[in-house]
């Protein structure tokens, strides 16, 4: 298993301005992923950030509204740029445990943003 | 991409009560997993049933899938106030293993 830390767990924000979440992982991990959860939704894949490489992004998404930074095996950061109120979600970053593909994903407990 | 539909959208039920959610997807899969959400936080992960698999217990849950209604089950027997919280299925298919979320089941025990 992994254990997730992510933050801050919560913040709110003026729009215009941006908001840098951090996720942190226990373990080395190759692929981090970065969802958003709208209020009473599903969660919707962002982004999947490799160390080294850049992020693929997911239809609906761009780099320019949420940058990813993978410096390492076991960190990871996701920038909401320009925040507008419908950036009010919950983050979550989270990665694929076990040893093949289609394992286990662990969660962060989430950033909870509120955009006024 | 394919995302699996949870039924139904809310349950309320007594404590003791089994509770029982669906879930429905669209495409063949790789895997299927059930995970829980505690007031908006993170998400914990349940079980996970692969496609050639038919049934996983997991101690109060079980599991079952059905590949050729492309359908599954989550059944908590004998709940408990603690099991409140939105329960989601994912499945993931083709060579993605990304796995996709449904919308999810609300579910409230009452003590």
């Known amino acids: 298993s992994a254990v997730i830390s992510q933050k801050p767990s919560r913040d709110i924000c003026q729009r215009g301005t941006s908001l840098t979440i951090q996720c942190q992982v226990d373990s080395q991990v190759t692929m981090m992923f970065w969802y958003r959860q709208q209020p009473g939704q599903s969660l919707t894949l962002i982004a999947t950030?490799?160390?080294?490489?850049?992020?693929?992004?997911e239809s609906g998404f761009v780099i320019d509204k949420f940058p990813i930074s993978r410096p390492n095996l076991t960190f990871s950061t996701l920038t909401v740029s320009n925040m507008s109120p419908e950036d009010s979600s919950i983050y979550l970053c989270?990665?694929?445990?076990?040893?093949?593909?289609?394992?286990?994903?662990?969660f962060g407990p989430g950033t909870r943003l509120t955009v006024l | 991409s394919q995302q699996g539909e949870e039924d139904p959208q809310a349950l309320s039920i007594q404590e003791g009560e089994n509770a029982t959610m669906n879930c429905s997807y669209k495409?063949?899969?790789?895997?299927l997993q059930w995970y829980r959400q505690n007031s908006g936080r993170g998400l914990v992960h349940l079980i996970l049933i692969r496609s050639n698999e038919r049934e996983k217990h997991s101690g109060r849950l079980r599991v079952t899938l059905d590949t050729s209604k492309k359908s599954s089950s989550l059944l908590i027997t004998a709940s408990r106030a603690a099991d409140t919280a939105s329960y989601f299925c994912?499945?993931?298919?083709?060579?993605?293993?990304?796995?996709?979320f449904g919308r999810g089941t609300s579910l409230i025990v009452h003590p």
């Open positions: 989270s990665v694929e445990g076990g040893g093949s593909r289609g394992d286990t994903q662990y």
């Open positions: 994912a499945t993931d298919e083709g060579g993605s293993y990304i796995p996709t």
């Open positions: 495409t063949s899969i790789n895997n």
């Open positions: 950030a490799n160390q080294g490489s850049e992020a693929t992004y």
